[in-house]
Every structure is written in structure tokens, then in C-alpha cells.
């Protein structure tokens, strides 16, 4: 087998056993499909009977913010994952292989896009049926579908690149809430950030969380024109700002989390 | 090239702890050596570095040929390692665990999917073939472990600590499977706490100390060394630990050691059951009342104290447990 399909058939092998352990923990399924579910339906009735957005209804202006939301909540699970094996000597049974040592992570990140996949199918059905609607050509919706799934894959790197520099579940899951919560929530992700005071709308416009946000409320014709976006460049081109931002995320993060997981299993 | 594993001045530092210093060794191809030492000898750090998990500080070392450094993606196809713990994901069924073990060394779906039912099979694990890992007991743990490390055939063999934590009597069935295994002309570098398992298994055994080894040879040549056999006796009272002393002093073939606080004097011999049946006889003779008298193997501790002069640092007292685990072991020797 030559250097270029080893990798990709290695990863292969290492997405299915991954693909399997999701399928048999009925806890972590549950995390991707139930938590998107619930946070649909809280955010639509609880949130959506006091938010007013001008334009158009409000669950048409959330659906977008949802998804992003639960890309970066489900890209989490790969990181979590890797500090759970790291645990466990799965990785010395790898290590001791003639496989590629990159299809570990590879594996890693795969299965969990599909998992990631899986729970964006279920936030679009509930969401239909909650009232969202998309107003653009099947292709352009296609495309907020792919941007959103690339977005997770670059966003799994991250989480591995962070839990294979901590190594405990513990201090992931710590670090990872007091990151991703703030993240999503300076952000445009469930209201209007241009009424936020000076300094937090800054940081809510430049936030990628309201870039990604943003292109996939355009990819689905979400918007309105009653409804004014900020001034800024990343919002103004959202589309290409987040395939930017996604190529930045994989070009620095996969070299660096293939690099820290070399570190972490050879001491 | 008859050595399938080859080992020169092997150096690996923990921060301040030498865990490797300088250890050196061959292992002819087609037998099987055995690393004698307590906790914190150094065992599973040369095992890690001779399966490429970790680099060596210093020396290098060849398995079939191949250096464990430069060359250690092609080392890898040569080997099969089953590490002190258990590397199995926990919600793998067992044949799910062997088959990805056989794609990743690239066998193909069907030989994968062939070769883990056979050693599912073959390690008595068919009816649980199908079940999560998850609810395997441990002794199961270990030989779906084991398994593993033999999905490929691989002509050389490295099994860490392979019955630590087994009952006896798993124990027992481990230590047939891998005598069977080595009957088939593979080679084998295991690492045991346990004299009985190097006895048992092994053509050669290696104590090592502190990343040193401090004696090699067979097990015979090692027992010659250390002594076979050792009585235990145990006496009713203080004034008669001398004459017992000079009984024991008859049939000792190495430094006899007393217990004042517990009454009791070890003693290593050579034939052992007649050197029990002359002492207990001549005991009976002089009138010293005895409370308990018995053989047993030596230990571990048995070893160090004759080699190194010191207890063995770590694991002494589990060992001499170990040592005395009756019936199961009595069936082994
Ligand atoms: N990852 C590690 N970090 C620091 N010290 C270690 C590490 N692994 C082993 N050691 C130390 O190296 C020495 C040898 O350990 P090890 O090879 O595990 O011994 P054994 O397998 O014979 O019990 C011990 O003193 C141990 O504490
Ligand atoms: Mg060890």
C-alpha cells in the first residue's frame, strides 16, 4: 500500500470502529441528536415569544444560528474523544500497527463530521417543522449545508488540537465550555448584534461564530433587508470570509494536532 | 541474521529516573526470553522501545532486522505486542476488535474477518465473540489482548506482563496457550514478575535491576544459582530456633534467613522433598517441636536477595505472594 492510500484506507478503518462506539453510546448520540432537538424547540418558543427581529420571523433568523451552534458543540466530541482514548492504551495497540499514524485523527475527524452530518439532518426536520423555510435554489442550500459541514470538520482539529495539548477530559471539557459559550454567544447567532453596546458589538462582528452565521442565513435566503448587517468585511462577504476562515483553521490546526498527537502518545 | 531481536547499551531517562542504562541483549530467533524483574525494573520501557512506542535516549536495537528507530514503520508489520494493560476498545465486540486489528495491518476485509473468528476460536472466546468488550472479565480482557497481538502471525512476539492480575487458573490456560504459541517456532520476549512464569515459559531468563541486566541464563542455571527449592519452618518457641538452625544448616545450600518475631527460618535447598523428609526426621530426633514446615519456590525476592545482595525495591511482597498461591501452581511445576 503507497504512502497516499494507506492514510486514507487506515482512517477509513479507524472511522468505522468510531462510527460503531458512537452507535453503541447511546449517551453521546444522544448529545447529537436530543441536544439540537431540544435547543430548537427552547430557543423557537422561549426565546422566539421575546425576540422580534425586524423583517421576518424570528425562527427563520434563528435555524442558521442553531446549526453553527451545534457544529461547534458537536466538533467537541472529537476532541473529548481523543482524551478518553489517550486514557486507555488503544493508542500503544496503533502505534505498534504498520498503519499510517495519520489515520488516527483522520478516523477521528471523519466519523465525527458524519455524527455532526447526522445531527444537522435532524435540526433541519424539526426546524420545517417549527416553521423555518428556505428561500433560495436547492443548490445554494446545498451549499450552506457543505459550508456548515466543512466548518465542523475544521472545527474538529481545533477541539483535538486543544485536548491532545491538555490531555485530560477534564480540563478539555472545562476549557471547551468557557471557550464555545461565549463564542456563541457574542455573536449573531440568536439576535441582532447590532443592538449590543459598542465594545461587544465590535467583538460580535468580527466574531467567526456571526461570519459562518451569517453565510449560511444567506445560503438559505434568511435575511431581510429590513435588517441591517454590520459594516464590516467578514459579515459583507460572509461566504468567502468563511471558506477563509475554514482553510485558515486547517491549515494551521491539522499539522499542529497531527504534531501534539505524536507528542502525546510517545512519552 | 539468527537474532531476531537484537539490544546494545539501550539508555532511556525519565527526567531524574533511569528507567534504561545501558541494558544489552540478543534473543536467537525461535526462542523465547524472559525479563525477570519487580515494578520499576525497566521491563515495559525496553519492551515499549523495542516496539517502537518509544525512542531510546541511547544504543540501538534491531527487531528482525529491522532498527526500531529509522526503520520502524517496516519493524512494524514483523511484530505483534500485547502491553502490560489491555489495549481493546471497551465498545468493540471481541471479533470487531480482532478485525480492525487485521485491517490496520492490512490483511484485507475477508483474511481480517477470517483470522479473528479463527483466534476467537482458538483463545475460548467464540461465544463471546460477539459481545461489547465492555462486559469481558479480565482474564478475557487479556487474551482478546493477546489475540491481537497475533492477528498477523508475526514472526516475533512481545508479551508485557502477560498474567499479572489473572487468577491462577487463568492463569494457568494463559501460560498453555503461549507454550503452544512458541511450539510453533516464533520468537518471543516476555516480561514477568513471577520466577514460575519465567520457569515455565522461557529458554532464557534476564533479571534486570535498575535498567541493568544482572544475570542471564536458563531457568535451570538461574535456579542453580538462587537455589531450588526452599524450606520454610516454623518453630513453637524462641530456644528452639538455634537447634532447628543446626538441623536446617545440614541441607542448605545458601544463606539461611530467621524471622525471630515470627519464628520462622527459609532456607534454600537443591532436592527439595528429600532435603524436607532428612531435616523434619532429624528435628523429630533432637525434640524440636515444629508448628509448620513446607516448601516453596523461590521468589522474586529470592532471586534479588541471592544476586543483588538487596530485597527486590518494588513488587517483593506481591511476588512472595504470588509465590505461595497454592494448588493451581503446585499443578503447574
Ligand atoms: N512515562 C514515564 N514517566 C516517568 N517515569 C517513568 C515513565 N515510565 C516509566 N517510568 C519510570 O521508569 C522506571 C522503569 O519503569 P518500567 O519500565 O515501567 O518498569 P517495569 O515495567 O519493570 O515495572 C520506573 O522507575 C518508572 O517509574
Ligand atoms: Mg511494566
Redesign the pocket.
Known sequence: MNAVIMPVADGWTIAKRNALKIRRSPDMLGGVVMLPVVLVLLFAYVFGSAIHVPGMPYREFLLPGIFVQAVIMSAQITGYTLTLDLRKGIFDRFRSLPMAPSAVLIGQTVSDLLMNLAGLVVMAAVGLAVGWRVHTSPAEAALGFGLLMLFAYAFSWVTATVALALRTPESFNNIATMVSFPLVFVSNAFLDSSGLPAPLRVVAEWNPVSTFTQAARELFGNTSSALKTADVWPIRHAVAASLLWIAVLLVVFVPLATRLYKKAVS? | MSDAITAEGLVKR??G?T?LDGLSFTVPRGTVLALL?P???????AVRVLTTLLRPDGGRATVAGHDVVEDARRLRAHIGLSG?YAAVDEHLTGAENLEMVGRLYHLGAKRSKARARELLERFGLADAADRPVKGYSGGMRRRIDLAGALVADPPVLFLDEPSTGLDPRARAALWDTVSDLVAGGGTLLL?TQYMEEADRLADQVMVVDHGRAIARGTPDELKDRVGGNRIELTVTGADELEPARQALAWVAVGAMRTAPESLRITVPVTDGPEALRRVLGRLAEDGVRVRDAGLRRPTLDDVYLTLTGHRASGAGEQARQTGRTGQAEEALR
Do not use: E, I, L, R
Not at chain 2, 515494578?39 to 520501557?45: D, E, L, R, W, Y
Open positions: 512519552s | 525519565y527526567g529516573v528507567a524483574g515494578n520499576g525494573a525497566g521491563k515495559t520501557t502490560q516480561t
